[in-house]
């Protein structure tokens, strides 16, 4: 059997079972468990799955307000699950409180800002476009900077969509062409792991918006 808090269904006695292994587990331990069940469960994309997902993610945020570790992962995921249910706005809330996470505790960074500022873009929120592009240029100063291409992709398309409604359009136009070389590069230039971050599927949306 693969490891007790890595299940893909969740019977009445997985879910005995489950809790039963959490509690004899040591207690530093237990925030990184109920995190790695929900994700195991949100990644079937099945509702009633999905839903006991959430319910472990609301367990960690209550019982572990003080696990700095695993809290941006847990929101973000959270973020994840109101996105297979159609609601964006909600997405949005819990994503936005893992960048906000981030800013205090950086040892752990997630996808919540390219994730947010995804949504952000795709639904036309405009009232959020300011801090899209505040969060979006701090992570592409921050020290680890955009590794990889499928990351730039999205970042630099964002950024010309948005500089484009501000009338800002040689800034628009350069962030394009970083969005589209960086779409089309083939390789990741790592020695091991060439395909590792490149762009497999392009965001239509996104690429919409960006020739309109």
Not at 22 to 37: E, F, M, P, T, W
Not at 76 to 90: F, T, V
Not at 120 to 131: F, L, M, R, T
Not at 144 to 160: A, D, H, P, Q, R
């Amino acid at each position: 059997m693969s490891d007790w808090y890595r299940r893909k269904n969740w019977t009445e006695n997985d879910e005995i079972e489950f809790y039963a292994k959490l509690n004899r587990a040591k207690k530093d331990g237990r925030a990184q468990y109920l995190k790695i069940q929900a994700i195991e469960l949100i990644e079937t994309k099945e509702e009633n799955l999905i839903n006991v997902a959430e319910s472990l993610l609301n367990k960690y945020l209550y019982e572990f307000p003080e696990d700095n570790f695993n809290r941006s992962s847990c929101l973000g995921k959270l973020g994840e699950i109101y996105l297979l249910r159609n609601s964006p706005l909600k997405a949005l809330e819990n994503f936005k409180k893992a960048i906000e996470f981030e800013k205090i505790y950086p040892n752990v960074i997630t996808q919540a800002t390219i994730k947010f500022s995804e949504i952000v873009i795709e639904n036309n929120i405009e009232a959020e476009y300011k801090y899209v592009e505040e969060i979006l240029m701090n992570k592409i100063n921050s020290e680890n900077g955009l590794t990889f291409n499928n990351e730039k992709y999205i970042v630099y398309s964002i950024l010309s969509i948005i500089n484009k409604e501000n009338g800002n359009n040689k800034i628009a136009k350069e962030y394009t062409e970083i969005a589209e070389q960086s779409a089309n590069l083939e390789s990741s230039g790592f020695t091991y792991h060439k395909k590792l971050g490149i762009v497999t599927k392009r965001n239509s949306i996104l690429d919409e918006k960006v020739n309109k």
